[in-house]
């Protein structure tokens, strides 16, 4: 194996694929970021619009290894009349119409990140990588259909694949849900979180792209699907207290019974929030650690003091 690996990243511009690139010209000076538009990376390579007709050849030239983050992000409410098709347009037909070019450009290696959700949308038992997939929504289900996609290509061309499954990625910049916990905690607003007892794998930005650059040097990768967190699932009510210690701010909890909020959640039309705030995801990420050696260099409270601090 090559110990200076060219890499073409696409979502470079993304909130993860900023940092994997900054992260690999550390280690490597071949990180090739793949854009839609030009933005001004270096080294960055302009390839439009990703579909299942784009032409990556320019972009594959002289390539080591792939890293795959674009895809159509999960939508809260989407209202697509058919969103599953969108959903596929992008993570399955274009990830799949990618590889294949890939193969035939010589790349070795092909890293996805893919979704702990095509495990699962949370249960009280951690997931692990033997699970069988049971992906409930069409963003999950475009996912696991472009591993499925990629594994065949992987059989018959020989090229290595890796898929990674993240939970929730936290960090600098982060936003959605968890930008909204991070104000609300630095505002001091009273939440009604504290008499939940879950638990709930979290992933800092800094451990992902150390994984993920792991996954593409490491010979014992290839051909693995690997799930990863931080290492330390927590509850609802400890993220919150972790947080505000990081803030320097008191966190204040009402332990409200879980079925108010739940019944509460129902008459709001929020109930499907109010699950993820109540229930479990966890994952066991034991593999990633026996195979590979590969530990988070990171602790949550390191990440979340990075967080709010960016």
């Not at 809260?76 to 990830?95: E, F, K, Q, V």
């Not at 038992?125 to 499925?148: F, G, L, N, V």
């Not at 020989?158 to 849900?177: C, H, Q, S, T, W």
Request: charged share 20%; aromatic share 6%; glycine share 10%.
């Amino acid at each position: 194996m090559a110990e200076e690996w060219t890499v073409l990243v696409t979502g470079a511009t993304g909130f993860v694929g900023r940092a994997l690139c900054d992260h690999l010209l550390q280690k490597w000076h071949g990180c090739i970021p793949a854009v839609r538009l030009a933005s001004g990376l270096p080294h960055e390579c302009v390839v439009g619009d990703m579909g299942r007709e784009t032409d990556w050849r320019m972009a594959l030239s002289g390539c080591d290894a792939v890293v795959h983050l674009a895809a159509r992000v999960h939508v809260m409410h989407d209202t697509a009349s058919d969103s599953l098709a969108l959903y596929r347009a992008t993570n399955t037909d274009a990830t799949l119409n990618l590889a294949h070019q890939a193969a035939q450009a010589g790349v070795k290696r092909f890293v996805f990140v893919s979704s702990i959700k095509v495990n699962g949308e949370g249960r009280d038992a951690p997931y692990r990588e033997t699970d069988a997939p049971a992906p409930e929504d069409p963003y999950a289900i475009s996912k696991w259909e472009a591993e499925h996609g990629l594994r065949e290509i992987e059989s018959a061309t020989g090229m290595e694949v890796v898929i990674l499954r993240p939970p929730l990625v936290y960090g600098p910049g982060v936003k959605a849900n968890f930008r909204r916990l991070l104000d609300m905690v630095a505002r001091g607003w009273p939440l009604p979180l504290g008499a939940i007892e879950n638990r709930r794998s979290l992933l800092y930005l800094g451990n992902f792209v150390d994984a993920i650059r792991v996954c593409v040097e490491h010979p014992a990768a290839a051909g693995q699907t690997f799930l990863i967190d931080d290492g330390q699932p927590v509850s609802t009510p400890e993220l919150v207290r972790a947080v505000a210690r990081a803030m320097g701010r008191p966190a204040r909890l009402l332990p409200v019974p879980v079925g108010m909020l739940e019944f509460a959640g129902t008459l709001l039309g929020k109930r499907a929030a109010v699950a993820r705030l109540t229930g479990s995801l966890w994952v066991d990420s034991s593999l990633i650690r026996a195979r590979l050696g590969w530990a988070p260099p990171y602790s949550m409270a390191v990440g979340l003091a990075e967080t709010v601090a960016g």
